[in-house]
């Protein structure tokens, strides 16, 4: 005899409960499913968004700090490099290009970084996505997503921003008043280039010369006086300091080369990636465990559905009893149970991926909206194997039932 019809019509009649039977059990799955997904997004999203910048240059202090103000544009009290370093890192023989990061100033919550054009170019190597990057000391280029059209003016504020990408609704409205009450005077800035999107926070970030960084907070500009340009090379005399220096080394044994000198010469000197390594290293200890929390729980949540099942078998035992009293055999019966739970399990386990999935995406953009950094998210191999081992598991629990089922005594059952 095919168990499936019967399968299927046990399936219609008991509809509630197969339904909160698959829900409760997607949601266990859902769970781990996210947090595997979530835990790999953050991973790639914080590595993507330090592709840029190979080795960062800071004094003595904290390296956390150093990479999440420079790299991740994080508000930190960063203490400042000598200018001497500034105006000999450029004509070094391992250094294709070096820039400075000056912090101090926002428009609206955005921030304000002072550096030089090799930065908005990367040397070159980048191609604007509209216009060219600033060329005097009062123009800029936007990130691309700052809401600013090339040719409109911007003032710089006090105060380097609370560095949150999301910014709150009335401060995207033109507000002179609110902008004057934190003002440089009558300092003002010209669009003239906006970067190309990078889903991180420089998305959202202000480039102008450092120079007139340094003049706004009554600094010397790094030139001798009355000398108009930006850019390097600087005078190491007339440069007040810098809190951090991106370098682009030439090869990479140039990068171990550079990093190596500069901190035998006392600088903190390190790859961005480093710092990511410790982190990751940390996040995926700390993944583990709520891995291991996670299956303990869905195995839990398994188990508990399946003795739940096995009570809910005395409310059938009538049924399965005129079976066999029918003529169908103990392995009919026990195919009837188990295939029942297998298909509901089944169920549950699809329905599980995809709400993972889902949950998994929602958090990750509002993680990436906080942050700045994109976290792309995508459920894959692991993510499918981790639920197929979960329907195996319960699908091996589900013999209990099955079992149970088929051996309880015919007569006794159509009697009660």
Do not use: C
């Amino acid at each position: 005899m095919n168990p499936l019809p019967l399968i299927r019509a046990e399936g219609r009649s008991a509809l509630p409960f197969a339904a909160v039977f698959i829900l409760v059990l997607a949601l266990a799955i859902a769970l781990g499913v996210a947090a595997a997904a979530l835990e790999r997004s953050v991973r790639k999203g914080s590595a993507a968004a330090a592709d840029d910048f190979d080795l960062v240059v800071g004094a003595p202090g904290s390296s956390a700090d150093l990479v999440l103000a420079s790299v991740y544009l994080r508000p930190a009290a960063l203490p400042l490099l000598p200018g001497s370093l500034l105006a000999r890192l450029p004509g070094d023989a391992g250094v294709a290009w070096a820039a400075p990061i000056g912090f101090g100033d926002n428009w609206r919550g955005r921030p304000i970084v002072g550096t030089t054009a090799d930065l908005v170019t990367l040397g070159g190597r980048r191609t604007l996505a509209e216009g060219r990057a600033f060329a005097a000391r009062t123009e800029a280029v936007v990130g691309a997503k700052v809401p600013l059209a090339i040719g409109a003016t911007l003032k710089p504020q006090h105060g380097a921003g609370h560095g949150n990408p999301i910014i709150p609704r009335h401060q995207d409205h033109d507000d002179e008043d609110d902008d004057a009450d934190h003002a440089h005077g009558d300092a003002a800035y010209t669009v003239v280039g906006r970067l190309p999107p990078q889903n991180n926070p420089w998305d959202h970030a202000i480039l102008v010369p450092i120079e007139m960084v340094w003049a706004l907070h009554g600094l010397t500009d790094g030139h001798a006086a009355d000398d108009g340009r930006i850019g390097p090379p600087f005078d190491g005399a007339a440069v007040a300091g810098v809190p951090a220096i991106l370098i682009k080394p030439r090869a990479v044994a140039d990068a171990y080369g550079l990093r190596a000198r500069l901190r035998s010469e006392g600088q903190l000197a390190l790859f961005p990636a480093e710092l990511l390594v410790e982190l990751h290293r940390l996040l995926g200890g700390i993944g583990t465990l709520v891995g291991a929390i996670t299956l303990a729980t869905q195995v839990l949540v398994f188990v508990s559905v399946l003795l739940a099942v096995v009570v809910a078998l005395a409310a059938r035992r009538r049924r399965l009893a005129l079976l066999r009293a029918l003529g169908a055999s103990r392995g009919f019966i026990f195919l009837l149970i188990w295939g029942e739970l297998l298909g509901l399990l089944g169920f549950a386990g699809l329905l599980g991926l995809g709400l993972g999935a889902l949950l998994a995406w929602g958090l990750a953009t509002i993680g990436s909206a906080s942050s700045g950094v994109g976290l792309p998210v995508a459920v894959g191999w692991p993510e499918i194997l981790r639920v197929a081992v979960l329907v195996a598991l319960g699908a091996a629990l589900a013999i209990v039932p099955g079992w149970l089922g088929f051996r309880r005594p015919v007569a006794a059952d159509l009697r009660g």
